[in-house]
């Protein structure tokens, strides 16, 4: 190779050194580019999954919880009700079937209203119980009509009774019309003479068994546990049956219609009223017998 001059070599050197410079410079102009693409994906928040979003979403959304909990809110007072009502059926019919079983007439009954019956029957105590018959007849006394109010009752099951009863009181009312078809049925002998008529005298607390020819005037008051007829007259005029025979007969009658009531239930009172006879029986802390003393009382 030929010798080059010191000016021919600094040339050389100068051409190279901008070519260098010159293939740098877009390299240099581009790296500016390259490196915005990464700070601008650093910088934007990583999105979340959209199930998670939504979760999040209804669990702090306030109507959603309300709507809820309105929701098992009314599926809770529906089978409450749901269940107070057949709890109520079920017991009026229990307690309507016993008292029709004693009078041999229909009854309907019902509970109180407070406290829920559902609690009762989970406590086994009930606080009051109302009980009404129709009004055809108590046992064989036709016309008889009987309401019932019971409380304060205890179902604790003993070898000899079901539980106990704090307080019954019965208001029996027994017309006129009734006490006449009861004589005639219960004494032919003495109906067929004296009840064309009953007529009650409520002044003197007196009833007047009335015939064609015959006439006793009695006066009802209370005899033992039930209710009797005292004859006060006795006007005879078409058969001559001693007044001792006719009181007797009297008194086996009302004996049957109005002794011998379960749970110890007794007379306390009786009052003459222009239509009829009303009658008060009551009884406390009455045990209440179990079925095979009285079936009538079986099923409760």
């Known amino acids: 190779m030929p010798a080059q001059s010191p000016q021919q070599a600094e040339s050389q050197t100068e051409q190279l050194a901008a070519a260098n ?4 410079r877009p390299s240099s102009q581009s790296s500016p580019r390259t490196s915005a693409a990464p700070s601008a994906q650093t910088a934007k928040p990583p ?7 939504t979760k999040r979403r209804s669990r702090r959304d306030p109507l959603t919880i ?6 098992v809110f009314s599926l809770l007072v529906a089978g409450l ?3 107070e009502l057949y709890a109520r059926h079920v017991a009026n019919s229990k307690v309507a079937e016993a008292v029709a079983c004693e009078v041999n007439d229909q009854a309907t009954a019902s509970f109180g209203v407070a406290p829920l019956l559902l609690w009762q029957v989970a406590t086994r105590h009930f606080t009051n119980i109302s009980v009404e018959t129709a009004g055809n007849q108590i046992r064989d006394a036709k016309g008889m009509k009987v309401q019932i109010t019971i409380q304060d009752v205890n179902l604790k099951s003993t070898p000899s ?18 006490i006449k078809e009861s004589v005639q ?9 004296v009840t064309s008529a009953v007529i009650t005298h409520p002044a003197d607390g007196t009833i007047e068994l009335k015939g064609m020819l015959n006439d006793i005037v009695a006066k009802p008051k209370v005899s033992g546990n039930g209710i009797a007829l005292e004859i006060i007259s006795f006007n005879t005029l078409g058969f001559s049956l001693p007044r001792e025979i006719v009181q007797s007969t009297l008194n086996d009658f009302t004996a049957t219609l109005t002794k011998n009531y379960p749970l110890g239930i007794h007379a306390d009172s009786v009052q003459v009223t222009p239509t009829g006879v009303i009658s008060h029986f009551s009884t406390r ?5 179990i079925g095979t003393q009285n079936p009538c009382f079986a099923n409760l």
């Open 66 to 71: 309300f709507l809820v909990l309105i929701i």
């Open 21 to 24: 410079a010159a293939a740098a």
């Open 81 to 83: 009700i749901a269940g």
């Open 47 to 53: 999105e979340e999954p959209a199930t998670v979003k």
């Open 161 to 178: 009774s079901q539980g106990t009863i704090g307080a019954l009181d019965a208001t029996i009312t027994w017309s006129s019309e009734g």
């Open 285 to 289: 802390d009455a045990a209440i017998p």
């Open 185 to 193: 049925n219960a004494i032919p002998v003495l109906g067929a003479f």
